[in-house]
């Protein structure tokens, strides 16, 4: 000990150096008690510590149990200085504790509830800036940079070796003339915190003597050392709010240790600062060595002979800057001039993976948790899916069984608001057997986890409930059927009841043809993912079919006397109904296929069969035939927006519903003298836009309209239909516009007739060539697995 009292280690949060200095104090003064700064909830805790199967970085996770929600951690790392005088005490059987503010006061005080008591009369203070110690400290010392500064006279400098408690004796001196000048320095709640930390020290001296060693933030050392009563600590702590709270360990990341995440006590290099933590010698050629490392990863050329020279570069430039020893400034120079030619793009992988890194910390499975939690681990290992801090991306194949509970965890995980994972487009293939996820594990999850634990004590029962509820509380029908869909996806057909009803519910109430089409395609996706996934969505598909019919019946109407946002919009309605209408119809054929023409309605004794294939007969069936009645309707009926009538026009001709020479017609009378040129344009960009333009190219009658109605555009309109058609040609790719462009160049064979006129670009016939197309018909027997006879590959591509 260094004379009369208790040993007083005022450290920097996450600083590697005062972790040494702190070990290094501790075996040279052999307390009898180590008080650290955290909440003293968390005292039961401290044996786990020890387990073996902790591993940093981990952190204290406080929250208040009517309201999982209000949390609060108290992160450690590896390289910690309270993390290593916690060790050092569990490894010399030495009792230690907590000496903060209860997490019981820390989690009400934002509550809104009245000021406490010793914060009265503080209000000016609150609006005081914050005072950054160490930025005054190196601004005084002629640094402009904190980081560097602390790197200099603390990282590089190592623990005294001739007294091991110099270094705190020092920065308290230190702290001791800010806290003078500053008082609280802006944070009127730090003296309560400290009115706490003297009541505790008061009681350890009692039971241990002056053989205590507290290990806190070096600011609280000289409110430690002020003397004070007992009364007056106790009257600042009388009266403040609280909670019921739990406390436990979780794993924690580096990423979160960094200050650019918001945390407030965080370091800006947790990476950097955990390698000259554990590094025995050689810090900076240990360091490039990772770099380089990293960089050969991501197939950059660097060679032994980079990492000497940056090596040498690094020395230099501490060399000249005055600095003791190369710090993260210098050997990021080098390593940008060395190893990554002046670019700052390999630069930034290296800050993102090694200087910041993606380390996740583990607890062992006897910390306390919620119910969920356990079984969310016992999930996750079941499934192998491990969670990590590195951002990856996972593949999917619902065939499997590993998969497709992999898949249901994440869903229901999703249903519970535990972004674990995000969905993804899959590639190469659109089908609804594969999912494409990005898992990333985020300490913020664990509170989640502890909010969802009022759902249930499983992911599935959680799960459930979460849905139900959310059925009940939904505020639209496309909100409910979205619902259903995440329900499917989810694995949850225990859930379905309470969702379909809310859902029919909604549905017969709900006259908003808008909302019908919104809610149509998330209902339909619902039974192709029924399909795969094994699931009964018998009550789907009538909901399905009703909603369907319906849409029907208002969107007519629904078309007429629009403005251009809304017809834009109505558009949307269009495209989003005739996909959901086309995979109804696959859905119904599949259905008749597997049961040899005969699909039922149910299942059982009593299901109603439904004969008829995807577009005749009744049931989901006979819905594509109703719905190309009603685009037919769209497409001429007067009134009707142009935007959605040169809609309904296109679907119609990519159905084959609609030959050239009758879209031809539409077009003309579309485009005639009588339309106004604003209106024209829109049913040109309903026609054509949202497309890949090809169908311009390859259908010279077509082009050769649009081309005649706009070279005849009056001048004075032209300014006014110009955005409607950039709009729908910006959307081409440049190979199409420039083959449209090269094809107007050249001009029409026939001037008479527009309709009749075609284009003389050489490669263009006036038909499709039969023969060339049916020679690829032996590739795709072999690639569709059919036999050679043609009707086969003809039904397998209907």
């Known amino acids: 000990m260094t004379g009369a009292g208790p040993l007083l280690l005022g450290v920097r949060h996450h600083g590697p150096g005062s972790a040494r200095a702190v070990r290094a104090a501790l075996d040279a003064a052999r307390p009898a008690g180590v008080l650290i700064e955290g909440p003293p909830e968390a005292d039961a805790l401290i044996p786990l510590a020890a387990d073996p199967e902790l591993r940093t970085p981990v952190a204290l996770l406080a929250h208040a149990v009517d309201e999982p929600g209000r949390s609060a951690f108290w992160p450690f790392a590896a390289f910690s200085p309270e993390w290593v005088a916690l060790r050092w005490a569990l490894e010399h059987g030495v009792p230690a504790r907590f000496i903060d503010l209860p997490a019981a006061h820390t989690l009400a005080w934002d509550t809104g509830l009245p000021p406490a008591k010793g914060e009265e009369g503080q209000a000016g203070e609150e609006e005081q800036v914050r005072v950054d110690p160490l930025a005054a400290l190196a601004e005084a010392a002629g640094y402009d940079d904190p980081e560097r500064w602390w790197e200099d006279v603390v990282e590089h400098r190592g623990p005294g070796e001739q007294d091991p408690f110099a270094p705190f004796e020092a920065l308290a001196e230190a702290m001791g003339a800010l806290r003078e000048r500053y008082g609280a320095g802006g944070r009127p709640r730090d003296l309560v915190r400290e009115a706490q930390m003297r009541l505790h020290l008061r009681a350890a001296r009692k039971e241990f003597g002056d053989a205590v060693a507290v290990v806190c933030g070096a600011w609280h050392v000289p409110a430690l050392r002020e003397r004070t009563t007992v009364a007056a600590d106790r009257a600042l702590l009388k009266g403040l709010p609280k909670v019921k709270a739990d406390l436990t360990w979780v794993p924690w990341t580096h990423r979160r240790l960094a200050r650019s995440s918001g945390y407030g006590a965080g370091v800006d290099s947790p990476g950097w600062y955990g390698h000259l933590f554990h590094a025995p010698d050689r810090p900076v050629e240990r360091w490039l060595t990772k770099v380089a490392g990293l960089l050969r990863e991501e197939d950059r050329i660097v060679s032994s002979a980079h990492v000497i020279e940056a090596v040498r570069l690094a020395d230099t430039l501490a060399a000249v800057r005055g600095r003791p020893l ?17 670019s700052d793009v390999p630069l930034a992988l290296v800050h993102d993976r090694l200087v910041v890194g993606d380390v996740l910390g ?55 608001g535990i972004g674990w994972g995000e969905p993804g487009p899959s590639r190469g293939s659109t089908g609804t057997f594969r999912e494409t996820w990005r898992l990333r594990w985020e300490p913020e999850l664990s509170v989640r986890v502890a909010e969802a634990g009022v759902w249930g004590t499983t992911v599935a029962a959680a799960a459930r409930a979460r849905a139900e509820a959310d059925a009940a509380a939904a505020g639209t029908l496309a909100d409910v059927t979205a619902l259903a869909e995440r329900c499917l996806l989810a694995g949850l057909p225990d859930a379905l009841p309470a969702v379909m009803r809310a859902l029919a519910d909604r549905a017969a109430l709900d006259t908003d043809v808008g909302h019908l089409a919104q809610a149509l395609p998330a209902l339909v996706r619902s039974l192709r993912y029924g399909d795969v996934r094994g699931t009964d969505t018998h009550a789907l598909s009538e909901v399905a079919a009703a909603l369907a019919e319906r849409t029907f019946i208002g969107l007519p109407p629904a078309c007429t006397a629009l403005d251009s946002e809304a017809a834009e919009q109505m558009r949307g309605h269009v495209d989003a109904v005739h996909t959901a209408v086309g995979l109804l119809g696959e859905t119904a054929a599949a259905g008749a296929s597997a049961d040899t023409g005969t699909a039922t309605t149910g299942s059982g004794e009593g299901a109603a069969p439904v004969t008829g294939d995807a577009d005749r007969g009744p049931g989901l069936g006979g819905l594509r035939r109703r719905w190309r009645g009603v685009l037919r309707g769209l497409a001429g009926r007067v009134g009707v927006a142009g935007v959605v009538r040169g809609r309904a026009a296109r679907l119609l001709l990519d159905e084959g519903e609609l030959g050239g020479g ?24 309903g026609f054509v836009g949202g497309g890949s333009g090809m169908l311009l190219v390859h259908d010279e009658r077509l082009l050769g309209l649009v081309d005649t109605w706009l070279t005849g555009v009056p001048a004075e309109a032209f300014t006014d239909v110009l955005p409607l058609l950039r709009r729908t040609f910006a959307a081409y790719d440049p190979g199409v516009r420039r083959t449209l462009g090269e094809l107007v160049r050249r001009g029409p064979g026939e001037r008479g007739d527009p309709v009749a006129r075609r284009l003389t670009a050489p490669g263009f016939g006036a038909e499709a060539d039969a023969g060339r197309a049916d020679a690829v018909l032996p590739v795709l027997r072999l690639l569709l697995g059919t036999t050679s006879d043609e009707k086969s590959l003809t039904g397998v591509g209907a």
């Open 326 to 342: 190369p710090g993260l400034g210098e050997t990021t120079d080098a390593v940008r001039a060395v190893m990554c030619d002046g």
């Open 362 to 416: 583990e607890v062992p499975e006897s910390a306390p948790a919620v119910p969920l939690q356990r079984d969310l681990v016992r999930r996750q290992r079941s499934l192998r899916l491990k969670p990590e801090a590195l951002e990856r991306e996972l593949e999917l194949d619902l065939r499997g069984d590993t998969d497709a509970g992999r898949s249901r965890l994440l869903h229901r995980l999703r249903l519970l």
């Open 662 to 685: 009758e879209a031809a017609r539409l077009m003309g009378v579309a485009l005639s003298r009588g339309t106004p040129p604003v209106e024209a344009a829109a049913w040109i960009e």
